[in-house]
């Protein structure tokens, strides 16, 4: 059961919707070496600075990485990005310079430095502040010095680039400088002790308040008033026990602002796509805290190593605090936040409403996690307001992608929530009085409300802080630079635009939640359809033109007769109309058939009995067939250029054919033979049912097979959904299959466009797991489909990063068409490519990359897949990827025969273990252990039991005979080994009994009489890498070898000397032991006597 948050938390929530780790992968700033030190984050940059002196600045737009600025005097210790002019940029170093940096995008120059100071050599400068109007930037230092570095610049006027301005220090202040802060000519200096405040243009100092501190607290300067009619700013400073002063201008504290019982609330939940957010209600204590550092936008925002706190002073309240792990700086720009974290790592947050929240995460298709948020802050999701964002449709059509089996608790809680929203009348009411107020407006009779905005005015929506985040947040849409989601929006709007006309040849009906068609394919229709039009015309004119057509009257002399004008249909139109009415019967009959059909499958009887279930589908088979099915499956292509375009069979303004070659993926995935068009896509690739787009290809001798991306005739929606539906139900049950595996490749090239893309996928790793044909087919018909997308010309350039780096930009990624530019990747650069493929589990799962790539390749992106995971997490989650079971033995299997020992090194000629071959590294010895470690039925344990033997992995052959209790087998090949060793450790099989301690002495005896231990020179490496030449008896440690008399001592160790040598004399086993055995048996002995007179003397003391 999801906790409520209260009503009075509800306003705010925190959020992360992005990983920047593929980012600081491509910038290689996630390894030990180089790490992130510090950063600064404007409208347009995001300014990262590294403990090796450089600077990289990425552009928010697309997360691209813009320059990289170096330093050789030591690495960045901290960078501030001017907050008027995004041209400039302040480092610096950790020996004290202090860089103004010019960065000349906007002339396309190169960066250079404009302004230099040393004026803190050899102090550690702990704050940068830029001046809010002029090209100044303040820094502090550990010693408490302020500094003034102005920076020269053309922009400033002729001849200011030339001028050198002298670098002014400040002042100097008691302690550390903590924080600097600058509004209105007014410096604020925080320190460990106190805050003082400086007139930069009178050159006059104040004192904040009259109490001194002790510690890092901050302080900075907040405007008053809304974003259009800003006020003068309050000085805010950091206080010890969670406290602020608000101080004015002069340096008078006005009032105190005590938080420490106002934190005495629960944290609200911090809401990623890592984890599920957990509330837990229950009230917390009050915090008295320090406040490092306060960053300001429109509230006041702090931080602890632990968690982030966000105050609004002008009420006295907090907005909200959420529980962050090592944060150790915080850059904010607007609503949302750049942490850094001890780690080096960074994160992206984002401070929006709940229901906007919900909206990003559903536009993700986060669809679980929008749930849980719903639920969680119901209180805010309920009201009117938040019908603007979440109307109630798209709250239906979150619990309709819930699953009904698994998630029949979370769907539960939120049919709760949708009982309890307000109407939508209080909304529509709101909404009118906000637009009446200031705008004028007219209603559509569909409902809609037309807006025309006056000039000049600004509604109270737009002032308001909520509504303006709104803003920013459809600004950062945008930063992924070719996403489906992005499409959408552009897309309705192109079609709402074409809905305002008057005059339109076409009719674009945007449908709520349904995919649209990307720009270019929108594009494409316009400019077929223009053309065809205009290809008609030209045809109509010409024959009006000819005269030949036209009926004559009969001018015969003498006769007078009446001119009559007959009108005949031509040929064309006749054929034409033909055609219309045929084609209407057929698809009446195909929906009769499917009716009929989806009728039969909805009877349990009929549903669960696989025979009755294909009776019904291969009835329906044939009408599709007759119906939606080509004519000539296969014809020349020469044809095709023979005919005019005039006689050409008219392709309805719904269908397209790609014509490919049968094995496209058997040669080059990236060079297909056929292309749907010369035009560059801006995105994703989605085919549209409305596309007229036909592919053509060049002629070939041969012919060629078609594969139908679309359907030959227009569809309705209903029939297409039913059609879907019982085209994969004919193909999971293998109905194509009576005609061999190629029926079955047929039918999915012919109806590829009535397929559910994600769901054949499924088929293909399970059903036809074997055939590797009918993937061969699907992945040519995914191969065409993509292959307008924009990605595919990036891939094709060879620069294996930047194809990365596109895929990554378009999450949330479809399986299908993922996995299609994989397979172009896979081609282009082989193993280096997958090795870098577990980043996009769990959407391309390790069944797709088998199918994908050979045995050699797919064993290292297996490896580092469980490698990414946290170690104490790795053997379940091994386990989770088992899908079927069978794929354990397959997996093993790679592993034993690929980068391993060579049996002949492992194996003597009989099968037996050869001496010290268990020394050998295994290339997975990693995967191996955790592959023999999981959970098995015995069948299965005991085939593993086998492959290792017959493989030489001794040590998975060690284990799995502990599991199985196979405990002589064991020990005979530990005495084979020699290796004392393998007894101790948590994986040793130590005998357990004074008869197993006999039978190991036993084997023991037998298997060094019949073999002898090799020279020295002959081991394997050992574990630590090294091994020894030497044969002598000083260097080699005797003591580990599976000798009798180490087993005896062992076995004297565990039972006592009398009663282990009594054992053995009594079982005949003879016991010759050297002098330094016999030794050890006395110390044994007398170490004995004395333990028992110790405890006799204890217990008659006691």
């Known amino acids: 059961m999801i906790p409520v948050v209260p009503v009075e938390s509800c306003t705010h929530v925190l959020a992360e919707f992005d990983c920047l780790d593929p980012l600081l992968s491509a910038l290689r700033l996630d390894s030990g070496r180089i790490r992130c030190t510090c950063l600064s984050v404007s409208r347009k940059w995001l300014a990262l600075g590294t403990s090796a002196g450089g600077l990289h600045l990425i552009q928010r737009d697309g997360w691209k990485q813009k320059l990289i600025l170096t330093h050789k005097e030591g690495s960045v210790t901290q960078v501030s990005c001017c907050p008027h002019d995004e041209d400039f940029i302040a480092v610096a170093t950790s020996q004290g310079l202090v860089v103004v940096w010019e960065l000349h995008l906007e002339r396309r120059g190169r960066p250079e430095r404009v302004s230099v100071s040393w004026e803190h050599r050899g102090q550690t400068v702990t704050s940068l502040c830029w001046d809010t109007a002029a090209l100044r930037v303040f820094a502090g230092d550990v010693g408490g010095k302020v500094s003034c570095v102005r920076a020269g610049s053309s922009k400033l006027g002729k001849g200011s680039a030339f001028v050198i301005f002298p670098i002014q220090t400040i002042t100097t202040v008691d302690s550390r400088v903590v924080q600097l802060g600058y509004s209105d000519g007014h410096l604020v200096v925080s320190s460990l002790s106190r805050c003082y405040l400086c007139d930069t243009e009178r050159e006059k100092f104040w004192r904040v308040g009259n109490?001194?501190?002790?510690?890092?607290?901050?302080?900075?300067?907040?405007?008053?008033?809304?974003?259009?009619?800003?006020?003068?700013?309050?000085?805010?400073?950091?206080?010890?026990?969670?406290?602020?002063?608000?101080?004015?201008?002069?340096?008078?504290?006005?009032?105190?602002?005590?938080?420490?019982?106002?934190?005495?609330?629960?944290?609200?939940?911090?809401?990623?796509?890592?984890?599920?957010?957990?509330?837990?209600?229950?009230?917390?204590?009050?915090?008295?805290?320090?406040?490092?550092?306060?960053?300001h936008d429109q509230n006041l925002l702090t931080w602890t190593d632990s968690a982030i706190y966000i105050f609004t002073p002008h009420s006295g309240q907090v907005l909200l605090w959420t529980e962050v792990k090592d944060v150790v700086e915080i850059s904010v720009f607007r609503n949302e936040l750049f942490c850094l974290h001890g780690d080096g790592r960074l994160s992206h947050l984002s401070l929006m409403s709940p229901e906007r929240c919900v909206e990003r995460l559903m536009k993700r298709e986060n669809w679980t996690l929008a749930t849980t948020v719903c639920c969680m802050f119901q209180h805010a999701i309920i009201t009117s307001r938040a019908r603007k964002s979440l109307p109630i449709d798209r709250l239906e059509q979150l619990k309709a992608q819930l699953n009904s089996g698994s998630q029949q608790q979370l769907i539960g809680q939120l049919e709760e929530v949708?009982?309890?929203?307000?109407?939508?009348?209080?909304?529509?009411?709101?909404?009118?009085?906000?637009?009446?107020?200031?705008?004028?407006?007219?209603?559509?009779?569909?409902?809609?409300?037309?807006?025309?905005?006056?000039?000049?005015?600004?509604?109270?929506?737009?002032?308001?802080?909520?509504?303006?985040?709104?803003?920013?947040?459809?600004?950062?849409?945008?930063?992924?630079?070719?996403?489906?989601?992005?499409?959408?929006?552009?897309?309705?709007?192109?079609?709402?635009?074409?809905?305002?006309?008057?005059?339109?040849?076409?009719?674009?009906?945007?449908?709520?939640?349904?995919?649209?068609?990307?720009?270019?394919?929108?594009?494409?229709?316009?400019?077929?359809?223009?053309?065809?039009?205009?290809?008609?015309?030209?045809?109509?004119?010409?024959?009006?033109?000819?005269?030949?057509?036209?009926?004559?009257?009969?001018?015969?002399?003498?006769?007078?007769?009446?001119?009559?004008?007959?009108?005949?249909?031509?040929?064309?139109?006749?054929?034409?109309?033909?055609?219309?009415?045929?084609?209407?019967?057929?698809?009446?009959?195909?929906?009769?058939?499917?009716?009929?059909?989806?009728?039969?499958?909805?009877?349990?009887?009929?549903?669960?009995?696989?025979?009755?279930?294909?009776?019904?589908?291969?009835?329906?088979?044939?009408?599709?067939?007759?119906?939606?099915?080509?004519?000539?499956?296969?014809?020349?292509?020469?044809?095709?250029?023979?005919?005019?375009?005039?006689?050409?069979?008219?392709?309805?303004?719904?269908?397209?054919?790609?014509?490919?070659?049968?094995?496209?993926?058997?040669?080059?995935?990236?060079?297909?033979?056929?292309?749907?068009?010369?035009?560059?896509?801006?995105?994703?690739?989605?085919?549209?049912?409305?596309?007229?787009?036909?592919?053509?290809?060049?002629?070939?001798?041969?012919?060629?097979?078609?594969?139908?991306?679309?359907?030959?005739?227009?569809?309705?929606?209903?029939?297409?959904?039913?059609?879907?539906?019982?085209?994969?139900?004919?193909?999971?049950?293998?109905?194509?299959?009576?005609?061999?595996?190629?029926?079955?490749?047929?039918?999915?090239?012919?109806?590829?466009?009535?397929?559910?893309?994600?769901?054949?996928?499924?088929?293909?790793?399970?059903?036809?797991?074997?055939?590797?044909?009918?993937?061969?087919?699907?992945?040519?018909?995914?191969?065409?489909?993509?292959?307008?997308?924009?990605?595919?010309?990036?891939?094709?350039?060879?620069?294996?990063?930047?194809?990365?780096?596109?895929?990554?930009?378009?999450?949330?990624?479809?399986?299908?068409?993922?996995?299609?530019?994989?397979?172009?990747?896979?081609?282009?650069?082989?193993?280096?490519?997958?090795?870098?493929?577990?980043?996009?589990?769990?959407?391309?799962?390790?069944?797709?990359?088998?199918?994908?790539?050979?045995?050699?390749?797919?064993?290292?992106?297996?490896?580092?897949?469980?490698?990414?995971?946290?170690?104490?997490?790795?053997?379940?989650?091994?386990?989770?990827?088992?899908?079927?079971?069978?794929?354990?033995?397959?997996?093993?299997?790679l592993a034993l025969s690929h980068d391993a020992p060579q049996k002949d090194d492992t194996l003597t000629a009989d099968g037996q273990p050869r001496w010290h071959s268990h020394f050998f590294s295994w290339g997975y010895g990693r995967l191996l252990s955790l592959l023999i470690r999981l959970p098995a039925d015995l069948a299965s344990k005991q085939k593993m039991l086998e492959m290792c033997r017959t493989h030489g992995y001794w040590m998975g052959y060690l284990y799995l005979c502990r599991e199985l209790q196979r405990r002589p087998e064991a020990f005979s090949a530990i005495c084979r080994l020699d290796d004392m060793t393998l007894l101790e450790g948590d994986d040793g099989i130590v005998p357990q009994s004074l008869d197993e301690w006999v039978l190991f002495l036993q084997l023991s005896q037998q298997i060094s009489s019949s073999i002898e231990a090799p020279p020295t020179s002959a081991l394997p490496s050992n574990p630590n890498g090294s091994c020894s030449d030497d044969t002598n008896d000083d260097s080699t440690d005797w003591s580990i070898r599976v000798s009798p008399e180490n087993i005896i001592l062992r076995l004297v160790r565990v039972f006592g000397p009398d009663r282990a040598l009594t054992a053995l004399q009594e079982r005949g086993i003879p016991v010759d032991l050297s002098s330094r055995s016999t030794l050890v048996c006395d110390l044994l002995r007398v170490a004995e006597k004395r333990q028992s007179m110790l405890e006799f003397y204890s217990k008659h003391i006691s």
């Open 418 to 893: 949708i009982s309890k929203l307000e109407p939508l009348d209080s909304a529509c009411s709101s909404r009118r009085s906000s637009i009446s107020s200031h705008e004028s407006f007219n209603v559509l009779d569909c409902g809609i409300y037309r807006v025309i905005s006056r000039r000049g005015s600004q509604s109270d929506d737009d002032s308001s802080s909520l509504a303006n985040q709104s803003m920013l947040e459809e600004e950062r849409l945008k930063e992924f630079s070719f996403t489906e989601e992005e499409q959408v929006e552009n897309d309705s709007q192109s079609v709402c635009g074409e809905a305002d006309r008057s005059d339109t040849s076409l009719q674009f009906l945007p449908l709520p939640f349904r995919s649209k068609p990307p720009r270019v394919a929108l594009q494409a229709v316009r400019d077929s359809v223009s053309s065809f039009v205009k290809k008609t015309t030209e045809k109509i004119n010409t024959l009006q033109m000819n005269t030949d057509l036209w009926p004559r009257p009969d001018f015969r002399e003498g006769v007078h007769t009446e001119v009559t004008a007959t009108v005949t249909p031509l040929p064309e139109e006749v054929e034409l109309n033909a055609e219309q009415s045929s084609s209407e019967s057929e698809l009446q009959e195909l929906k009769a058939a499917t009716k009929k059909a989806i009728s039969q499958i909805q009877d349990p009887m009929v549903l669960l009995d696989p025979v009755c279930l294909s009776d019904v589908l291969r009835e329906w088979a044939p009408v599709l067939e007759r119906v939606l099915g080509p004519e000539d499956h296969t014809r020349p292509t020469e044809t095709h250029e023979e005919k005019p375009l005039e006689e050409e069979e008219i392709v309805s303004s719904m269908s397209c054919c790609v014509v490919v070659q049968p094995d496209i993926y058997s040669a080059n995935l990236d060079e297909p033979a056929a292309t749907l068009t010369e035009e560059e896509d801006h995105g994703e690739s989605t085919p549209c049912s409305t596309a007229p787009v036909r592919a053509l290809s060049s002629p070939l001798a041969n012919h060629v097979e078609l594969i139908q991306l679309f359907s030959p005739k227009p569809l309705p929606t209903d029939l297409q959904a039913d059609l879907s539906q019982l085209a994969c139900l004919y193909l999971e049950m293998g109905c194509p299959g009576r005609g061999g595996i190629e029926s079955v490749c047929v039918f999915l090239r012919r109806y590829f466009f009535l397929l559910d893309q994600e769901r054949v996928r499924k088929m293909c790793m399970l059903r036809y797991r074997e055939h590797r044909k009918v993937m061969k087919a699907y992945i040519a018909g995914m191969l065409e489909f993509t292959q307008a997308s924009k990605v595919v010309e990036v891939i094709q350039k060879g620069d294996l990063l930047k194809s990365l780096r596109s895929l990554r930009e378009l999450q949330p990624w479809n399986a299908p068409l993922l996995l299609s530019h994989l397979y172009r990747l896979y081609d282009k650069h082989g193993e280096v490519a997958v090795r870098a493929y577990p980043q996009f589990y769990p959407t391309i799962l390790p069944s797709d990359i088998m199918a994908m790539a050979l045995p050699s390749h797919f064993l290292p992106y297996l490896d580092n897949l469980v490698q990414s995971r946290a170690e104490q997490q790795r053997l379940s989650f091994l386990g989770s990827l088992l899908q079927p079971e069978t794929l354990r033995q397959d997996w093993l299997e």
């Open 211 to 295: 109490k001194e501190r002790d510690g890092e607290f901050g302080a900075c300067f907040l405007q008053q008033g809304s974003a259009g009619q800003r006020g003068q700013a309050l000085l805010y400073c950091a206080r010890p026990g969670s406290r602020l002063w608000e101080a004015s201008f002069a340096g008078e504290v006005l009032s105190t602002h005590q938080f420490k019982q106002l934190l005495a609330c629960p944290p609200l939940p911090l809401v990623s796509y890592k984890n599920e957010p957990h509330f837990n209600p229950a009230q917390a204590s009050p915090q008295s805290l320090a406040f490092p550092r306060l960053l």
